[in-house]
């Protein structure tokens, strides 16, 4: 469980509780860049990694992010959706120290020794030394804006309150103003997502809160020295030139970091077998190899489809998605059967069509085909992983079997039991279907084997195919 995850922990009674305390105990303030450097360094030379359960970015973009961060550049990830910007951002959570002083009271985590908000000011200069002071825990010092075209500076900046002014503040007094989100973050890390859908005069006020330490409320100036740490994510399209994001802003960011989709088939499995929210059941649930790779081959595969609309991307939570359908209906149809053990077979990848149609955008010559263009990646997919990890040294003799008189019926709601019974019927087809399945496969692992075997010999054209919803069966191919 992350930091921002875990509830909030009690801070520990030994802590200072006043400014007097605070000071004879030695601690000293320091900007929220430097915090994130030293705790950096100190992390990477005890050999800990940056972040935790981030796959596929060992290589290249987590070490761009040190770099950016030994260096205390603000920084913004540029890529496409689902490619885990939002986790990377908050795991930076982590290099805070864990506990931060700050005025007791305190809207936006006030230095005991530096304060800056009137209300603080006041505050020490009226009890000195014997100023409460309160404890902020790492995880509220991360603040986190998704932006929308209808985000307003008073969202991210603040507002006059006017519950304030009827209790008898003037204008002009700034304890009569209620900040926002990047206020309330001082001293901490405040990130945005999707920058650019900012509108541009939001997109001013918060370069001049970053840059220029400048608030203008509804006429209401104040000078507010804010210590932040700015981090944010965009999508490439909208991070240009011509894109929605105003220069001046675009040129606060020392670090600019692309990151990516998993370059290999290895490391996708490994996320979706990490994220994938398997379904709690009283039998075991094996996931055979050949299934695992068939589904995230549908996600590699679309990420190349001339058929599917590249610039929207194809998430990493559709591999996740499509691995959490194909066993739900397993264990539909293990339920059903009384079965030993929730097997996924072929016939469970056509469950990725609803896990997958919205998760992907077609283009626009293939509208109203989304049903048909799923099934011609889960197709594909299928094929790729038969060709490059099955041979079949026997296949003349297993496909001669199959004479004017033999078929094989198949289904995502047969008994396992049923396919012992082909194997029976065609020994033939057993040392392939053993292989594939594993010296030690029971009767679950043996039917899906056997179905990937024949669904295979289909797809190289050796065995025809007529399929009728869940159900199909393989015979003789016609000359």
């Given at each position: 469980m992350s930091d921002l995850a875990a509830p909030v922990p009690h801070a520990p009674t030994r802590l200072a509780s006043t400014i007097g305390a605070l000071r004879d105990s030695g601690w000293?303030?320091?900007?929220?860049?430097?915090?994130?450097?030293?705790?950096?360094?100190?992390?990477?030379?005890?050999?800990?990694?940056?972040?935790?359960g981030i796959l596929g970015y060992e290589d290249s973009v987590l070490p761009q992010l040190e770099n950016a961060i030994l260096a205390g550049h603000d920084v913004i990830l540029l890529g496409e959706r689902g490619q885990a910007k939002t986790r990377i951002l908050r795991s930076l959570v982590g290099l805070l120290d864990e506990w931060l002083p700050i005025v007791a009271t305190s809207e936006i985590n006030d230095d005991p020794f530096a304060p800056v908000s009137r209300r603080a000011i006041e505050l020490v200069e009226a009890h000195g030394d014997k100023t409460p002071v309160s404890w902020v825990h790492r995880s509220e010092r991360y603040g986190e804006k998704l932006a929308t075209p209808d985000t307003t500076i008073a969202d991210l900046i603040g507002e006059i309150d006017p519950i304030k002014i009827a209790e008898g503040r003037y204008l002009s007094d700034e304890q009569a103003l209620s900040f926002g989100l990047v206020p309330r973050v001082n001293r901490g890390i405040f990130a945005v997502n999707e920058l650019p859908d900012?509108?541009?005069?939001?997109?001013?006020?918060?370069?001049?809160?970053l840059e220029e330490r400048d608030i203008q409320i509804r006429g209401h100036r104040i000078r507010l020295p804010l210590d932040l740490v700015l981090v944010a994510t965009a999508n490439p399209e909208d991070y240009t030139n011509r894109g929605r994001?105003?220069?001046?802003?675009?040129?606060?960011?020392?670090?600019?970091?692309?990151?990516?989709?998993?370059?290999?088939?290895?490391?996708?499995?490994?996320?979706?077998?990490?994220?994938?929210?398997?379904?709690?059941?009283?039998?075991?649930?094996?996931?055979?190899?050949?299934?695992?790779?068939?589904?995230?081959?549908?996600?590699?595969?679309?990420?190349?489809?001339?058929?599917?609309?590249?610039?929207?991307?194809?998430?990493?939570?559709?591999?996740?998605?499509?691995?959490?359908?194909?066993?739900?209906?397993?264990?539909?149809?293990?339920?059903?059967?009384?079965?030993?053990?929730?097997?996924?077979?072929?016939?469970?990848?056509?469950?990725?069509?609803?896990?997958?149609?919205?998760?992907?955008?077609?283009?626009?010559?293939?509208?109203?085909?989304?049903?048909?263009?799923?099934?011609?990646?889960?197709?594909?997919?299928?094929?790729?992983?038969?060709?490059?990890?099955?041979?079949?040294?026997?296949?003349?003799?297993?496909?001669?079997?199959?004479?004017?008189?033999?078929?094989?019926?198949?289904?995502?709601?047969?008994?396992?039991?049923?396919?012992?019974?082909?194997?029976?019927?065609?020994?033939?087809?057993?040392?392939?279907?053993?292989?594939?399945?594993?010296?030690?496969?029971?009767?679950?692992?043996?039917?899906?084997?056997?179905?990937?075997?024949?669904?295979?010999?289909?797809?190289?054209?050796?065995?025809?195919?007529?399929?009728?919803?869940?159900?199909a069966l393989y015979r003789q191919r016609r000359r």
């Open positions: 000293t303030s320091r900007p929220v860049a430097q915090e994130l450097r030293e705790n950096l360094e100190r992390r990477i030379a005890d050999g800990e990694p940056l972040a935790l900012l509108a541009e005069r939001i997109q001013v006020g918060l370069l001049n809160v994001i105003i220069t001046p802003l675009k040129d606060r960011f020392g670090a600019q970091i692309r990151t990516h989709y998993p370059r290999d088939v290895d490391t996708e499995l490994e996320i979706a077998r990490n994220e994938a929210s398997l379904p709690p059941t009283g039998v075991p649930i094996a996931v055979p190899w050949f299934i695992e790779l068939a589904i995230v081959q549908i996600s590699q595969l679309a990420r190349r489809s001339p058929m599917v609309n590249q610039r929207s991307g194809v998430s990493v939570r559709l591999t996740i998605a499509n691995y959490e359908s194909v066993v739900a209906n397993a264990l539909r149809r293990t339920l059903r059967t009384h079965g030993s053990a929730v097997v996924p077979r072929v016939s469970d990848l056509a469950a990725v069509v609803a896990s997958t149609q919205g998760k992907i955008e077609i283009e626009a010559m293939e509208e109203g085909r989304e049903a048909d263009v799923v099934a011609q990646l889960v197709a594909a997919s299928v094929l790729l992983v038969f060709r490059e990890h099955v041979v079949l040294e026997d296949a003349a003799e297993i496909v001669a079997a199959f004479d004017d008189e033999v078929v094989v019926h198949v289904g995502d709601d047969l008994d396992a039991q049923d396919y012992t019974e082909v194997l029976e019927a065609l020994p033939v087809l057993e040392p392939a279907t053993r292989r594939i399945a594993g010296e030690d496969a029971g009767t679950e692992e043996m039917a899906a084997a056997l179905e990937f075997l024949l669904e295979g010999l289909h797809l190289t054209k050796r065995l025809s195919k007529d399929a009728s919803g869940p159900r």
